[in-house]
Structures are given as structure tokens and as C-alpha cells.
DNA sequence: CTCTCCCCTGACGTGAGGGTCGAGTTGCGG
DNA sequence: CCGCAACTCGACCCTCACGTCAGGGGAGAG
């Protein structure tokens, strides 16, 4: 039985977000995502903070950032709440805010094409 | 100075289609376009046949197949225009299709996504 | 001839994970 | 308390589609 402090195992939070395991140690190996803490046997134990962080990132990967930058929009968004005032955390978020939509105008034309292509091949099928 | 029986070296050929060096390369070492000759020195030399070949190969790749698949649904479409009868063929044709329909599907998804976060983005930008 | 491009092969690196393994942990039922 | 199934651990190798680097060869101009 999990105790009832809020605190869930790796697997729980995979069950959650739709995330692998193994996905979820490899965004820690890399210092996007630390559970709050661990069991005395060494388990994993996730906030639902540290869940929400996963689900940010779950959010930001069809935009194609790199786990480095997401790290960065992380930590970057996390200082602006505090500090909103910032000119260069504004700055940055502005920068950010640009290569989304430039990743987003580059997955429109994919689709486009993707789209175009699936019709060729519906083409071919009369 | 190129001769001009239609023959490009891999540099041109790269111009012409937006892809690398290496990438065409790749490409041929994975069996997806060998270039119709080799100048006497070794050097790649592609027909315009080659080159559609390497178009329709970046047609595809928006829609995520595999290098092996793309090899495959390749030769399939040659295949089929020898002989359009086949109901192999044509079955083998219906399954890529939804193959692409289904990544069509999930590119949407992955825009809606995306153009989503971008909003949020523009939204923390006040 | 040299100079300057362009091209060659081969090997190793990268990014974002997936698979597998043997060993340790948790917690329930009895 | 013991057994046991389910869960988790770290460590390792595998994948895919290239990028990058090293060291060399070919083509044509001057």
C-alpha cells in the first residue's frame, strides 16, 4: 500500500503521464525531472509537482526542443513566477517563444506534406 | 565543367533536393537509391531518375517511416505500375496507406499540441 | 606543376529513448 | 513471522538517422 502522503512510485506516475519507465530515469539521468525523494530502499517517490513537471515536458516534445532546452524553459519559467519583473528571463521566454513558432509553422508544411503524400497513395488505390 | 548527359554529382544532386551529403549517402548504403553510375575516380554520378527517386524519398519522410519501409513502399509502387493487377500489391498499398493515414493523425495531434504550448508562451509574454 | 574544389571511405559520436538482466524492495496474505 | 508476487533498482547494450572528423584521391584552371 502507498502511503497516503501524496507520494507515488515510478510506475504509478508512468500510469499517469504516459510515460515509460524508463523514459522517466532517463529525464533525471539528464536533470529534468528529481523525485522529491526515495524509499529507504532506494525507490523513487514523485510529488505532484514533480508529476505536473512531467507533464510540462510531455507537453513541450512535440515541439521538438531538446531535453537540454526544455530543461532550460523549465527552470526558466520557474524563475519568472518569482521574479516576473526580470527583463532577461523575459528576454529568453520571448526567444523561446519564437522557435515554437518556428517549429510550429515547420509541423504545419510536414503535415501538409504528410497529407499530400497519404492522398497520392489513396490516389493509387481506385 | 559536368558533362551534359544529365549526370550530377552527389553536390548537385544535395542542391537540388535540400538534402545533406551524407544523408544521400546513407541513403544508398541502406539500399534506398544507388546513383546509376560512378565516374571513372569513384565519383557518384545520378540520372534524374535518381533524383526523383531522392524526392520522393523526402515526401515521405515527414511521415515517419523507417528507411526499410520507405525502401520497400518504393519498390511496391514500381512494382505496381508493371503490374497494376496484382491484389498483393494492392493489399500491401492499402496497409501503407493507413500507415500514413495514421501518422497524418497523429502529426494533427502533435500541431494541436504544440500550437497549444506556443499560446501558453505567448500568453505568459505580457 | 600546384591550387582549389569536390569527392571518397571508414570510423566514431549523438539524441532520445527501448530492452534486458540479475538483484534488491515492498507490502499483502496467511 | 514467512512466503511470495509485484514492483523497482542500476548497468549495460541496442536502435535510427544521421553528423562529424580524419586522411586521402580526382578534376580542372592557371
Redesign the interface.
Known sequence: MVARTGLLQIGQVAERTGLSLRTIRFYEENGLVRPTSRSGGGFRLYSDDDVARLEVIK??K??GFRLEEMQELLTL?AD?TERPEDAAL?DR??M??EA??A??HA??E??D??????AD??G??D
Chains 1, 2 share one sequence.
Open positions: 507537453r513541450m512535440p515541439l519559467l519568472l523575459t521566454l520571448r523561446f517563444h515554437a513558432a517549429r510550429v509541423l504545419r510536414q503535415l506534406i504528410a497529407e499530400r503524400f497519404a497513395l489513396a493509387r488505390l
